[in-house]
């Protein structure tokens, strides 16, 4: 019983490529988020979406194209690759909004996606 | 600029003890703080939160505590067994944007020798 999946769950690429990582969940959850983890392990947001809307659109270069077909789902492609993309890739998922500062925001977060750009 | 951090990138110690793990903030506003439990190759997993209203929480061998006016939340783990080796984020969620993205800290690597 996955609750948030993603795939591949390794990427490795040339640079100059264009790829997608999937992700879904089975939660029922509104929101949906994309965080990026470098190798310093820090977990920034990048994206976040509710109910197919785009909410945070973090400083994130427009290689990055993140799109929501419904709820259930947020993919993230990525143009023209560069060595500085190469991080684990995390989806995650909430039940609250992201607007507004009712209840607090745990998330659920999948496997994540290695991608290396080579 | 806003700053979140976890004093100690990795703490050892032996079966029993009691592991505190430090998670210190700046220039932020949280309503709440949450800590997160991170495995080698795996996603983040949600372990508890605290409100910024509240001085202490316990769940099982877990305790936090979140000190508003030092800006710091304690993260505790009574008993320590080697499963419990792991990295532990903490997350302050809540900013006062209202956007509402939690923001992490760098984590804790923490090795429960046996």
């Known amino acids: 019983d996955t609750a948030v999946s993603q795939t591949p769950k390794y990427l490795v690429t040339q640079m100059g490529n264009d790829k997608s990582i999937k992700c879904e969940q089975n939660l029922g959850h509104d929101t949906m988020y994309w965080y990026k983890q470098d190798s310093k392990k820090f977990l920034k947001i990048m994206f976040s979406?509710?109910?197919?809307?785009?909410?945070i659109n973090e400083t994130v270069p427009n290689r990055f194209s993140p799109k929501s077909p419904d709820k259930a789902h947020l993919n993230l492609h990525i143009n023209s690759l560069e060595l500085g993309d190469s991080a684990v890739y995390f989806c995650a998922s909430s039940p609250r909004k992201t607007t507004g500062l009712a209840g607090p925001n745990e998330q659920f977060f999948g496997p994540g996606t290695r991608l290396t750009v080579l | 600029s806003q700053k979140i951090e976890q004093n100690s990138e990795a703490l050892n110690i032996q079966e029993g003890k009691t592991a505190t793990l430090t998670c210190n903030y700046t220039?932020?506003?949280?309503?709440?703080l949450q800590w997160y439990r991170q495995d080698p190759g795996r996603g983040p997993v949600f372990l508890l939160l605290?409100?910024?209203?509240?001085k202490e929480k316990r769940k099982e061998r877990l305790k936090v505590t979140f000190d508003t006016t030092l800006k710091q939340s304690l993260f505790h783990i009574t008993a320590s067994q080697p499963a419990d080796s792991a990295t532990y984020l903490c997350a302050l969620d809540g900013t006062g944007t209202g956007r509402r993205a939690l923001t992490f800290g760098s984590g804790t690597r923490l090795q429960v020798q046996p």
């Open positions: 605290i409100r910024e209203n509240e």
């Open positions: 220039n932020y506003s949280p309503a709440y």
């Open positions: 979406y509710n109910n197919k809307e785009l909410i």
